[in-house]
């Protein structure tokens, strides 16, 4: 079967193009979805850390000032877990999948008490005293969620006040929350964390929509290079080779005067064009001299 030099080429250019648009599909669809990743990743470290900041802020300027406060009336806005949650409760309205939560293992709030999957969150980071945080995805009814999530340790003497036994507890905070949750707390021990989740959906959404958008661009870059390319094949080789040819088939029925071998430019077409006219030059002489 007789296959035309341009068809080869179209074979050619297609199947390393095929190999090439897949090979970047991969490669791009990876990239898009670390960066997918590595955004929510910042706006959770983001939320998180503006949530240590409320919390740092209470617990240096706010709770002294209430100190004398609670033996009078217990005021949850002078805990620091307590104000970090509230101060976020606006993001998480407004941005739904956004939460942030100072989940405990024994709360005296009741409402911070950890989930199931917070739970086994803070057994890992309990048994585990080395790692600064734990990062994971998990789904959600809203979809898939990524989470930060990083221990609480009791540290201060402070906090042993109101979380050591129900007796030496403040009345005001008994009378509030009850003498059966939130004491007996380990010092120095991962008792909770701090967990922040953050949805991916919108993120995974946009790095899709990237990557069908550059392989759509890199597609018609392809269709556009291949019609460039087939008529650079066209004019500069085919058409030229087409017309050698026919003026070698004019030689070789004996129609020298007929045969013309046109020379343009100086590539090897021309240089074998040249080739051609010092053949038929030659083989004209030859006659000639047989004739004589």
Known sequence: MNVSLTLKFNLAFVAVFAVG???????????????????TVHDA????????????Y?????????????????????????SAVESLLAIQKSIPGFSYKHA?????????????????????????????????ERDTPSGLSLYI?????????????????????PRTLLDKYGPANGFNWPMHETIGAQIVSVPMSLPLEQARSVWRTFMASFAAVFVCVMIALNLMVHFLVTRRLKTLSRAADEASLGKLEDAQFPVRGGDEIASLAVSFNRMKTSLVEALRMLDA
């Open 21 to 39: 648009f897949v090979a970047t599909g991969i490669v791009a669809d990876r990239v898009l979805q670390q960066n997918a990743v590595q955004a």
């Open 45 to 56: 470290d983001l939320m998180i850390e503006t949530a240590t900041a409320v919390h740092n």
């Open 58 to 82: 209470t617990s240096e300027q706010v709770t002294p000032l209430l100190a004398t406060q609670i033996k009078y009336t217990f005021i949850p806005q002078s805990i620091p877990a307590y």
């Open 104 to 136: 405990m293992l024994n709360p005296t709030n009741p409402r911070d008490r950890a989930t199931d999957w917070e739970s086994d969150v803070i057994r890992r980071l309990h048994d585990h005293p080395d790692l600064p945080e734990v990062i994971g």
């Open 149 to 169: 999530a990083r221990p609480t340790r009791v540290d201060s003497g402070k906090c042993m006040e109101c979380h050591s036994t129900p007796a030496a507890a």
